[in-house]
């Protein structure tokens, strides 16, 4: 995996329709205003939908999901990053370019059973820099409701039963957020170089507790230079 320092790539696209031209092996989704009617419990084949939106919320998700897929992965960027920008650095995306069915890397989806959901993060008014309310960060919106909301999405609209939450740097806050406060929404919960903040950021806070017991893996690079107070600090535990 390739990941920029923090942000997962900062590159702003500009705005465009995303309707999508299907491949040979792909059948493409148009963009939507809310969540859709019910699916197969499993795809028959590879499909990429973008833009879709959860009433109540103005976050778009991009899913990706192969043919008999029956787990998910909930991905969050970094602040000022995109889902596409993150499904590229993630290998997902053969281009660095906005999602299109034809660009799309299906192997390691595919070979895992495994759908790849993307949301956006937001920016408080007069802001560019999307990103999650994570105790670093302020989005404007009550990402713990939206992320709360997504799982229960996903279960009941792909059929799946397992589905894990993970973050990057920002998005990896965020994970660590919803870890400690709406733990029964996911069934696992990786951070990749994000530190576990709390409402007392940047003075440290008390240890959380999260609600149920549930896996949380914390990933932080040794030559981190960003995250390289907290990673000395985490040795010395």
């Known amino acids: 995996l390739w990941l920029t ?26 963009l939507r205003a809310r969540a859709p009617a019910t699916m197969p419990a499993t795809a028959t084949a590879n499909t990429l939908s973008v833009g879709i939106k959860l009433a109540g919320y103005p976050h778009k998700i991009d899913v990706y999901r192969p043919a008999g897929a029956t787990k998910a992965i909930v991905f969050l960027h970094g602040q000022g990053g995109t889902t ?44 560019r820099l999307p990103g999650w309310n994570n105790y670093v960060f302020d989005s404007g919106q009550d990402d713990v409701a939206f992320l709360s909301a997504l799982s229960t999405y996903v279960r009941t609209q792909f059929g799946v039963s397992q589905v894990a939450l993970s973050g990057h740097s920002s998005g990896g806050a965020m994970t660590a957020r919803m870890w400690c406060e709406a733990t029964s929404a996911y069934d696992e919960f990786v951070s990749l170089a994000g530190p576990m903040a709390s409402a007392t950021y940047p003075q440290p806070g008390p240890t959380c507790v999260p609600q149920t017991p549930a896996p949380y893996f914390l990933v932080i690079g040794g030559k981190d230079s960003t995250q390289e107070e907290f990673f000395h600090t985490f040795n010395a535990l």
């Open 5 to 30: 320092a923090c942000g997962g790539g900062i590159d702003e696209p500009t705005e465009q329709p995303q309707g999508l031209a299907a491949s040979a092996d792909t059948k493409a989704a148009p």
């Open 84 to 127: 596409w920008k993150l499904a590229y650095d993630l290998g997902f995306n053969r281009v660095n370019a906005p999602q299109t069915a034809k660009n799309v890397n299906w192997d390691w989806l595919s070979r895992n059973g495994i759908i790849a959901v993307f949301a956006q993060g937001q920016a408080l008014p007069g802001t």
